[in-house]
């Protein structure tokens, strides 16, 4: 899977320059990606999808290339973002693909925008239970601008990224993730930024867990196609939350994949892929109706007794 940059194009959205990314042709699919991340989270699969979809991978606001206003920044603003994003590049339908944070919104986006969703894509996603780390937690702290401040400074700031990424060389499962970390570190250093990831964070996330749930309506999601993609080494957010999510949507396809941690689809790009064309190819696109949505609405969920099988595949 190639790594290579691809161009980054803009919008400005209610006077807000916004980034992103978009290449190939085909039905469209939707990347959002997680906190303190941005689009070239995505880039060892974007080539490989670019084959047979069109594939939009924005900054969301706050991150990246994007603008990082005093502004919304909670998972409806974020889906009513995406929406008005789509709209503008003349697109009515998307399969969304969240991973972590972007989970939590692309769950929001189906939820608020059922018309314009064929497909629910998560990965390791939040919005599937209380438990997060105690990094993400610390972001919530009084304190963490200031201090994030000093660690950001150009010497520690270096040192600090080149322990990182020297322990993610390692064969530690639970320092897997630490060059992505690295990167979120680094964008830290931008003080906007860090106003933007902790007003985020602090809409989703207390001292106690997560606090933004779909378990009260996962139902909504009955007649739309959802697949559940996780690394069972994932030290971020607990690959438990993938049997939640089967237990909250019985008919979701759920995947572990071995030997990956929180983001499954840099560390197994070709399985990734392979998992998002699979699901794509043998479902069919959602079909909205009002008298549906309407009638799941009035009558609310029902009970579910027992847990969706989960899968665990080899990742090669």
């Known amino acids: 899977m190639s790594d290579t940059p691809h161009e980054v194009q803009y919008l400005t959205l209610h006077g807000h320059r916004r980034a992103f990314v978009k290449a190939g042709q085909g039905p469209v699919v939707l990347l959002l990606h997680g906190l303190g991340c941005d689009h070239t989270t995505w880039e060892p699969v974007i080539d490989s999808l670019a084959k047979r979809y069109t594939v939009i991978a924005p900054d969301i606001l706050g991150h990246g290339l994007s603008d990082k206003p005093r502004a919304d920044y909670s998972v409806g603003g974020y889906a009513n973002g995406m929406r008005d994003l789509l709209t503008v590049l003349g697109i009515d339908k998307v399969t969304v693909v969240g991973h972590s944070f972007g989970g939590g919104v692309a769950m929001q986006f189906a939820y608020q925008f059922p018309e314009r969703t064929e497909r629910l894509i998560l990965v390791a996603s939040g919005g599937l239970g209380p438990e997060v780390s105690h990094g993400i937690r610390a972001i919530t702290t009084p304190g963490f601008h200031q201090v994030m401040g000093v660690l950001t400074l150009p010497g520690v700031r270096h040192l600090g990224m080149a322990g990182l990424r020297a322990l993610s060389t390692t064969s530690w499962k ?3 993730d630490l060059d992505e970390v690295a990167e979120i570190y680094n964008s830290f250093k931008d003080p906007h930024a860090r106003h933007a990831i902790r007003h985020v964070v602090r809409a989703v996330v207390d001292w106690r867990g997560q606090i933004v749930t779909m378990a009260d309506r996962a139902y909504l999601t009955e007649e739309m196609p959802m697949c559940v993609v996780w690394g069972r080494d994932d030290k971020v957010i607990p690959v ?3 049997s939640n999510a089967a237990a909250l949507a019985p008919n979701a396809r759920v995947e572990v994949i071995p030997n990956a941690g929180h983001f499954p689809h840099k560390d197994h790009p070709h399985r990734f892929a392979k998992i998002v064309n699979e699901f794509i190819r043998t479902t069919q696109p ?3 109706s009002r008298a549906r949505f309407r009638n799941l ?10 847990l969706a099988p989960v899968t665990e595949i080899e990742a090669g």
């Not at 609405?297 to 027992?306: A, R, T």
């Open 174 to 176: 639970h320092t897997r």
């Open 240 to 242: 438990r939350h993938a």
């Open 286 to 288: 959602a079909v909205y």
């Open 297 to 306: 609405l009035k009558h609310g969920p029902v009970p579910v007794p027992v």
